[in-house]
Nanobody, 125 residues
Framework: QVQLVESGGGLVQAGGSLRLSCAAS????????MAWFRQAPGKEREFVAD????????YYADSVKGRATISRDNAKNTVYLQMNSLNAEDTAVYYC??????????????????WGQGTQVTVSS
């Protein structure tokens, strides 16, 4: 069983930045494809960014491309999401997700095996 714990959310002014972290338990983190999703009130969960188990491949949703950077530190069992130039549309609960078995990343949330509890990001205008 893998546990994911997100942190780093909070209240930030429009134009500001946040770095979200997701710490994973387990000894096979380096074989997990990781992703960030978000869900705003009344909306479906949407893909934000993903990173391959090797860390070489990354992919971003158009809504955050150029403003977000996903990275991972396999020595620390942690994946990060740096978000810059935040705006009100970024307000949501952000979730990290893990897909085990050295499989490819995917933008489909149902394809991920493990989820964190989420961290709230609120952007004030």
């Amino acid at each position: 069983q893998v546990q994911l714990v997100e942190s780093g959310g909070g209240l930030v002014q429009a134009g500001g930045s946040l770095r979200l972290s997701c710490a994973a338990s387990g000894r096979t983190f380096s074989s997990y494809a990781m992703a960030w999703f978000r869900q705003a009130p009344g909306k479906e969960r949407e893909f934000v960014a993903d990173i391959s188990w090797s860390g070489i491949g990354t992919y971003y949703a158009d809504s955050v491309k150029g403003r977000a950077t996903i990275s991972r530190d396999n020595a620390k069992n942690t994946v990060y999401l740096q978000m810059n130039s935040l705006n009100a549309e970024d307000t949501a609960v952000y979730y990290c997700a893990a897909r085990s078995g050295a499989r490819a990343t995917t933008r489909v949330p149902e394809m991920y095996d493990y989820w964190g509890q989420g961290t709230q990001v609120t952007v004030s205008s």
